[in-house]
């Protein structure tokens, strides 16, 4: 197991993670990174939308290791 | 009184000193069980119903991808289940969170209970339907409140439910990030996010990641929390008396 921090964007207000989850490897980091997007995103809808939801995992001695964003394109046709 | 079981019990409504005392022997031989052990298996066809004297228990169900959904939360003075005296195997397993003290409750004791004390049987059946209620609530938790919301409302519950069998001596959740994730259905690195968003609000209190409430009453505001799913003190506010049967009457409105 190792520590992996998860900062969030949501799109209104950006979290540094100073606590950290464990995790089995960084495979497991990525997953639980993408699965946290949705969640996040759905939840501060419709403001959180107006840029990208993202998320940056960093390792144990806090280095960034992962990103990754999630943006929603929305037009009115008419 | 110590009887933590009485406690709980009498938020049903009184109980007289036959009870008291008969509550007092089924309690009296606890064992110690350390955390993340289990009391019962899915599957299990159990001689014993469980109660939980001090510390914290969970219902949970394992998936077949391996991870674990908790959908009931035991507290002091709460009956892990009651159900196993009438239904046959487990659908569920029962496993303990933190260091707890349980007793076993053969049967045929619950039987006794049942059959010749009727306030501890009015309280029993009570339980059971608050457990229910606590339930609703939870699915409505985990279906329609943001999670943020769902949180903060479950600090609320265990806080007011600790309150109502005096077990609230710090405030603290003993509760870890993943446990929440599995109380609340999402991963354990939303509820790390989630739990940093009520720390940063000054709701609540992160000590070695344990939580405690900061300010209940902003906190039960928060996540527009009403304790009446827990039916406190329903004995009193009611006018439903056990007791009736005895002679006593009941109190006048």
């Known amino acids: 197991m190792s520590l992996f921090y998860f900062d969030i964007n949501d799109g209104l207000e950006a979290a540094y993670d100073d606590t950290g989850t464990e995790l089995a490897d960084r495979a497991e980091a990525r997953k639980e ?34 990103h990754a964003s999630l943006t929603l394109v929305e037009d009115w046709i008419e | ?39 019962i298996h899915h599957g299990d066809d159990p001689e014993n119903v469980h109660l939980v004297l001090t510390g914290m228990a969970c219902r949970y169900k394992i998936l077949p991808d391996g991870s674990r959904a908790i959908v009931a939360l035991m507290l002091p003075g709460d009956i892990c289940d009651l159900h196993v005296a009438i239904l046959g195997q487990m659908d569920h397993s029962i496993g303990t969170l933190t260091d707890c003290q349980i007793v076993r409750i ?7 209970l ?22 609703r609530e939870w699915l409505v938790n985990m279906g329609r409140r943001r999670s943020d919301h769902q949180m903060a409302h479950l600090f609320c519950e265990v806080h007011t439910r600790l309150a109502a069998v005096d077990q609230l001596y710090d405030s603290l959740m003993p509760l870890t990030q993943e446990e929440l994730g599995d109380i609340l259905g999402i991963s354990s690195v939303h509820a790390q996010r989630v739990i940093s968003g009520l720390r940063n609000q000054g709701l609540i209190n992160v000590q070695d990641s344990r939580v405690s409430v900061q300010d209940f009453d902003a906190l039960s505001e928060f996540a527009e929390f009403e304790a009446d799913y827990l039916h406190l003190g329903e004995g ?14 009941r109190s006048p409105a």
């Open chain 1, 33 to 66: 990174a993408l699965a946290v997007l949705a969640p996040v995103a759905r939840e501060g809808l419709p403001d959180s939308m107006k840029c990208a939801v993202t998320v940056t995992v960093r390792d144990g001695a806090k280095r960034p290791i992962f």
């Open chain 2, 1 to 39: 009184m110590n009887n933590v079981f009485a406690r709980k019990l009498r938020n049903a409504g009184p109980l007289g000193p036959d009870d008291m005392e008969r509550l007092e022997q089924v309690i009296s031989d606890p064992f110690e069980l350390g955390a993340r052990e289990d009391l």
């Open chain 2, 106 to 112: 053969p049967k045929n004791t619950i039987a006794d």
């Open chain 2, 114 to 135: 049942l059959d010749n004390y009727p306030r501890i049987r009015h309280a029993l059946f009570w339980s059971t339907l608050v457990d229910e209620a606590i339930l």
């Open chain 2, 236 to 249: 009193r506010a009611n006018g439903v008396d056990a007791t009736a049967e005895h002679g006593a009457g």
